[in-house]
């Protein structure tokens, strides 16, 4: 976007968008037709979060919206080469993504005519960057099954094999890192245990810094 993310009043909140209570309707809806309202929508605005951006990008903002998606909305196009994928491919993710931006203008009409550039990606897009199989941008699916799987942690059977990310623990950004600390606790070891003052002076130090300011990691 063009602008400050003050001069556009962006919000350092997410919002979580939802067309009714009744989740299990909306996405049942969503399944059954992709006209349905999406039964989630989920808009952030990272550059609202970051205190030095716009000192690195200054008057740009950036906002991130995202919705489920079914996979067979675009599983038809999917032994087709990244961006090679055809007229109709490239209409009905205009139509999604034009769906998507009114939903951030109804949140924030101010926001019309600001946004210099938006794209769009696909549960394909997921598959193309990430190599997952079938668009899962949260990893293996959050069901009890999962939890119970004695050989989804760090060590393998495989002497030197070890996995790590977000399906080692629980998803996203947050779980993937934790997944990390884990896979290293699990080479490293007793000699995890050397870390633990530095994690603890880490702390202080972000503390101290984000207090006075600065951040200074
Ligand atoms: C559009 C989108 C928005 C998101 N928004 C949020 C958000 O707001 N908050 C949040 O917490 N999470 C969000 N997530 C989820 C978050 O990105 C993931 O949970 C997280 O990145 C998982 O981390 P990971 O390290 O396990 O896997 P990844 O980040 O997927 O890293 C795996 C890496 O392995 C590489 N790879 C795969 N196969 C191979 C191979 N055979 N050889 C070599 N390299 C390979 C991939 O290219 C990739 O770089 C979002 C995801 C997407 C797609």
Known sequence: LK?????????????????SHDAQANFAAFDADKNAPFPLTYISFPSAKDPSWSERYPNKSTIEIVAPCPYKYFEAWKDMPW?????????????????????????M???????????????????????YSRGELYGLEHGPERFQQTWLRPKTRI???????????????GGAMMGGVLSAASVLGLQ?????????RFKTDRNTAQEGGAVNA
């Open 3 to 19: 602008g400050t993310p003050k001069e556009l009043k962006l919000p350092k909140t997410n919002y979580w968008l939802y067309p």
């Open 192 to 200: 995890s245990l050397n870390l633990l003052p530095f994690m603890a």
């Open 83 to 107: 961006g090679q994928r055809g007229d109709e491919y490239d209409a009905l993710k205009a139509e999604f993504g034009a769906r998507l931006m009114e939903q951030l203008y109804n949140e």
């Open 159 to 173: 002497a030197g094999l070890y996995l790590t990310g977000q399906d080692v623990l629980s998803c996203g950004v």
């Open 109 to 131: 009409p101010n926001l019309r005519g600001k946004v210099d550039y938006f794209e769009v990606s696909t549960p394909l897009s997921t598959d193309y960057f990430c190599a």
